[in-house]
């Protein structure tokens, strides 16, 4: 696309928006999405229109109408077309759009089977913009579980670090709202680079759903772990040991810090504990570290006996990290960079608050995992893999 063609295009979205003001954004973000294909096709092409190339790939073969339905309404598109040996399909109307199509069926599937409130029918017409019918949900479901499906099941390769960690939503079954818990399992590749590999619901967090997650990482291929990083899940450690029996497994340190609260008998000693714990963890190395947990656990010997059991029991369990060097320590004492995923979860699944079963929470957590690991995988790096 030429120059003068970008500039026709951009005076066609201020000369909307300065006459009709927020009532027009639906034709000049039209107008947007149509010139970014446009310039997308070209690229794809590796030649402007017109123009005589050795490199050119195929030629543009017009523009198909297309209306999309988003948040600002009815969006009306020309999909720029072309012949040839290149496959091409604007990434505009895909990119970005899984999670939203995910939570849209999500909310239609409450909708339609008829548990949802007036809450959730104004969120569902106010993001969709017109009535859900079961066909429309049903066809548009068994479109995205394929491609999520797919995503799920892909090859995984050698993954040294993998963060593992749980949340709950709620699901209702046979007429009982009941919490589902959600496994996801995250990587630092050998590039350094962050993925999600994997994900799975169930009604129930006990070992044979961890084992099962487990065994379908390493079914994809999953190899030359190092070192596990999780909280202490309820069953997890049972799966680890028979899942993967030799490499190392770290407890989260922010977790162990939380935990051994419930442990202090005084408010005024909550302070000091914490110090003492952060101590332990921020040690040069680990002889350091079990030094001070010596220290800390006759300190609170008399004057808080369960914790100074607590602490000798469990603190180990978060030192296995110093087997690492001390950048990459950082990076991998606590799941901190699953939890930052969780968050972006829940800020998503709130707008649901309730799903009518386990398959519409799966598609949705799927889909916004899909978006974060794309985003990881051509991103910056996550940590140096240099020892």
Known sequence: ?????????????????????????????????????????????????????????????????????????????????????????????????????????????????????????????????????????????????KELEKWRGRPIGRVPFLQIDARYEKVRQ???????AVLIATGVMDDGKRSVLGVSVSLSEAEVHWRQFLLSLKSRGMHGLEMITSDDHSGLKAALTAVFPSVPWQRCQVHLQRNASAYVPKIAMREEVAKDIRSIFNAPDRDEAERFLEIAVEKYSKTASKLSGWLEQNIPEGLTVFLLPDHQRKKLKSTNMVERLNREIKRRTRVASLFPNEASLLRLVSAILVETSEEWETGRKYMSMLQ
Request: glycine share 8%; aromatic share 6%; net charge positive.
């Open 1 to 145: 696309m030429t120059q003068q063609e970008q500039n026709t295009g951009i005076q066609s979205i201020l000369k909307i928006i300065n006459q009709y003001g927020m009532e027009g954004l639906e034709d000049a973000v039209s107008i947007l999405i149509n010139e970014a294909m446009k310039v997308e096709r070209s690229y794809a092409l590796k030649a402007q229109p017109w123009e005589r190339s050795e490199s050119r790939t195929g030629y543009a073969n017009g523009f198909k109408d297309k209306r999309l339905s988003t948040r600002l309404g009815t969006l009306n598109l020309k999909v720029p077309q072309v012949r040839g040996e290149v496959n091409f399909y604007p990434s505009a109307l895909e990119k970005g759009l899984r999670s939203e199509r995910a939570l849209t069926v999500s909310l239609a599937e409450m909708y339609v089977q008829g548990v949802s409130t007036r809450k959730v029918t104004a969120i569902l017409e106010k993001m969709c913009g017109l009535q859900v019918s079961s066909t429309q949900v049903s066809n548009a479901a068994k479109q995205l579980d």
């Open 174 to 180: 046979d007429g009982i709202v009941r919490s589902c």
